[in-house]
């Protein structure tokens, strides 16, 4: 059974970071490509970035995290990481690792969340 | 960036009715289109991959339809569990994005 679990959120001052980190079971995990996607309170989902199968692999991210957000992977430990630095307000949300599959998102975390507030 | 606009944004139905959803990109996705159904405090969940593919396990009520840049969701006969908001999303490009949502209401 295919198992992914965020851990590593809480609450942060604007301007903190916070490493985000995700384990799995169930796959192997050098097939996939990975994601994190987000949710911030009552709003819908927002994807955040994209890491290629490799340890060092290609990146892809949204925009608004270019730059402040940088997407890791450790095939060996099965690990996925997120490190978020210079982080906003608007930053507030349930993020949620994901296994790519082809072009979409099959298998989620449970989620966990991250505040950015003083 | 591709937009997906979702509609309509809220639906209440009844128990065995047909539902459709419907999801428009701002241009052509090559048909790299997802459905997810999110139940209030869970993770999304995928029923439908490549516009029309349905995801092992799903059960065969859900069904996908559409190319280009629209494309539909639905649920033949409505089940109390089909509660939720259900997304599109697309990764023919980057950024990936999602609709906004459909709130579906089981009366």
């Known amino acids: 059974e295919v198992q992914l679990v965020e851990s590593g959120g809480g609450l942060v001052q604007p301007g903190g970071s916070l490493r985000l980190s995700c384990v799995w079971s169930?796959?192997?995990?050098?097939?996939?490509?990975m994601a994190w996607v987000r949710q911030a309170p009552g709003k819908g989902l927002e994807w955040v970035a994209n890491?290629?199968?490799?340890?060092?692999?290609?990146?892809f991210y949204v925009d608004s995290v270019r730059g402040r957000f940088t997407i890791s992977r450790d095939n060996a430990k099965n690990s996925l990481s997120l490190q978020m630095n210079s982080l906003r307000a608007e930053d507030t949300a349930v993020y949620f690792c994901?296994?790519?599959?082809?072009?979409?998102?099959?298998?989620w975390g449970q989620g966990i969340l991250v505040t950015v507030s003083s | 960036d591709i937009q997906l606009t979702q509609s309509p944004s809220f639906l209440s139905a009844f128990v065995g009715d047909r539902v459709t959803i419907t999801c428009r990109a701002s241009q052509g996705v090559n048909n790299y289109l997802a459905w997810y159904q999110q139940n209030p405090g869970r993770a999304p969940k995928l029923l439908i991959y490549?516009?029309?593919t349905l995801q092992r396990g799903v059960p065969s009520r859900f069904s996908g339809s559409g190319s280009g840049t629209e494309f539909t969701l639905t649920i033949s006969s409505l089940q109390p569990e089909d509660f939720g908001t259900y997304y599109c999303?697309?990764?023919?490009?980057?950024?990936?994005?999602f609709g906004q949502g459909t709130k579906v209401e089981v009366k």
């Open positions: 890491i290629n199968k490799q340890d060092e692999g290609e990146q």
């Open positions: 994901a296994r790519i599959y082809l072009r979409h998102f099959d298998y």
């Open positions: 490549g516009a029309s």
């Open positions: 999303q697309q990764l023919s490009s980057y950024p990936a994005t």
């Open positions: 169930g796959f192997m995990f050098d097939d996939h490509w």
